[in-house]
């Protein structure tokens, strides 16, 4: 049986899910509907970042204690995922107990390889990111993320010799050229590892820092974010049990947000290979969205809240929004005035329009009740069919090279092409003539398999809409083993729904 095991990052609970971090659900989501309905066996892994002096402070802010803190955004992040209607089959916290267990065995088990050591080390520090930064890491002399000035930091800390795996890491990479997609993330991987990498601190005294995990061979010390967080990939599996861990982890995807790009392409395959795991199959790294051009923050007050958007628009339309408007690896711009032209082009005229003059038709007609095909299809018909399974076909390949946005218009050619094929048979003129009623008949038993498998094709991307089309069709849900082959669905005298308005066009100002 064909397997995935399908990851995003864990959040960190210091700010509310957003356009970004639903991306990332979005597009795991889409895959883990896309790949069971295949018959494939599917984990879909999401969850919470939960330790760190970010979050400690986050809490303090709040007055609170960081695992009441903790317990409440989290509890709040998994609700926002299940409004959304997200398929995760398991949500982990980096406080859950057997999460925190796991990390310990993996600290022991190389601290006992003699991978990890215990070091004096001086540097310059930025409490934004968590971690020490080198000068030339710099910008101007300030973190070039956070853009403050870094504080110089003098401590003793447990290290992991990270730069014993440089030279295996980057053999595995060229051995393995699609280990980290898209390319050019690959590229900035390898050119990582052609400079010295260096050992990873992966320690705060607990004098600094409490909100940490324990490390198991000496108590005054913590662990937190990467060597906490990242484990979290096979603690959840660990967790459901070795099986699951033997079963998913060789078919390990990580979809990540580039800013996350070292930690996910440096620190976790070296950390695995000192625990002596096999590595991720494939780390598959997104760009970023902007909003109007700028930078989502909470000062610009410009943040898109998923749960606003399903509420404006629908889950599905913001579905279709992000996955058909940017392409992966790449970043991405959200605009106000894009959704709307791209929802009222290709949800409420292309898709919606079609079904509701189908089933209208059907209603008028024949009272809603399927008519016999003939034997002998006309070529257009023919046509019809194969344009279909073309598209099903460039699904696949699009698929498989995370090409949402290109999967999306093939769907949407086999969409346009029946509005064509609606254009072209005219059943509307042929039913004038009493003659041609029985191939007015056939002409819409076929659009009513149109209709089905475009929900079917449909239906990892925008699932409300294709449960809404079985619905219409009074069908039921199609399973992996379902044959589905076109004219042999409808048994003549099954009764369809009559139409209803999937997408209500948004109206907008006139120009000028
Ligand atoms: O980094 N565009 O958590 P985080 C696209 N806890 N994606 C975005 C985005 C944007 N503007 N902003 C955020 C962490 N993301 C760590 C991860 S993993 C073991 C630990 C998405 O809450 C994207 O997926 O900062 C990015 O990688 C993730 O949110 C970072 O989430």
């Not at 190389?110 to 310059?124: P, Q, S, T, V």
């Not at 403050?148 to 990479?173: C, D």
């Not at 198991?216 to 603690?235: C, E, G, Q």
């Not at 628009?313 to 392409?327: C, H, N, P, Q, T």
Request: charged share 25%.
């Amino acid at each position: 049986m064909e397997r995935i095991y399908l990851t995003t990052p864990l959040y960190y609970v210091n700010a509310e899910p957003h356009l970004g971090s639903a991306y990332t659900m979005i597009i795991t989501d889409t895959l883990a509907r896309y790949y069971r309905a295949r018959g494939w066996e599917t984990f879909y892994l999401t969850g919470t970042d939960e330790h760190g002096d970010k979050i400690a402070q986050a809490a303090a802010q709040a007055g609170m204690d960081p695992k009441v803190f903790t317990d409440e955004i989290s509890t709040t992040f998994r609700a926002v995922w299940d409004s959304c209607g997200f398929t995760y089959d398991h949500f982990i916290r980096t406080t859950d107990e057997y999460h925190v267990r796991s990390v310990q065995q993996l600290l022991d088990k190389i601290h006992e390889a003699g991978d990890i050591y215990f070091d004096r080390y001086a540097g310059l520090y930025c409490f934004g990111c968590e971690r020490f930064y080198t000068e030339k890491e710099l910008a101007g002399g300030k973190c070039p993320d956070h853009l403050t000035e870094p504080t110089w930091l003098e401590e003793e800390n447990y290290f992991f010799r990270m730069g014993k795996y440089q030279e295996p890491l980057l053999h595995h990479i060229e051995a393995h050229p699609d280990f980290i997609r898209p390319e050019g993330f690959k590229n900035e991987v390898v050119a990582m590892l052609r400079e010295p990498i260096g050992d990873l601190c992966i320690s705060r005294p607990k004098s600094r820092l409490t909100w940490g995990i324990e490390i198991p061979f000496d108590k005054r010390y913590v662990t937190y974010v990467w060597f906490d967080a990242l484990i979290n990939y096979v603690s959840a599996l660990k967790y459901k049990a070795e099986e699951a861990f033997q079963k998913f982890w060789p078919e390990a995807q990580h979809f990540i947000g580039k800013d996350i790009l070292k930690p996910h392409g440096v620190f976790w395959p070296t950390m695995l290979m000192a625990a002596g795991l096999p590595l991720y199959k494939h780390l598959n790294v997104h760009g970023f969205w902007t909003v109007e051009g700028q930078k989502m923050s909470k000062s610009l007050g410009n943040v898109i809240s998923p749960l606003v958007m399903k509420e404006k628009i629908g889950m599905d339309a913001f579905r279709y929004f992000v996955l058909r408007e940017s392409v992966f690896g790449q970043d991405a711009d959200f605009r106000e005035e894009n959704l709307t032209a791209r929802y009222n082009a290709d949800l409420a005229n292309n898709l919606g329009n079609l079904v509701s003059r189908v089933l209208a038709m059907e209603q008028k007609y024949f009272a809603g009740v399927v008519q016999p095909l003939s034997t002998a299809w006309a070529k257009e018909d023919l046509e019809l069919k194969n344009r279909f399974r073309q598209a099903e076909e460039e699904l696949k390949g699009h698929m498989a090279e995370l090409q949402f946005h290109r999967a999306l218009e093939a769907i949407w050619a086999a969409i346009d092409h029946t509005n064509r094929y609606v254009v072209q048979t005219a059943p509307f003129s042929l039913y004038k003539d009493a003659g041609k009623r029985g191939r007015v008949g056939e002409i819409l038993h076929h659009l009513l398999e149109a209709v089905r498998t475009i929900g079917r094709l449909i239906s990892p991307f925008l699932p409300e809409t294709a449960e809404e089309l079985e619905a219409l069709l009074n069908i039921p849900r199609p399973t992996a083993k379902q044959p589905s082959s076109w004219g042999q669905f409808f048994v003549p005298g099954h009764k369809v729904r009559p139409p209803k308005v999937l997408f209500p066009r948004i109206e907008t100002a006139p120009d000028g």
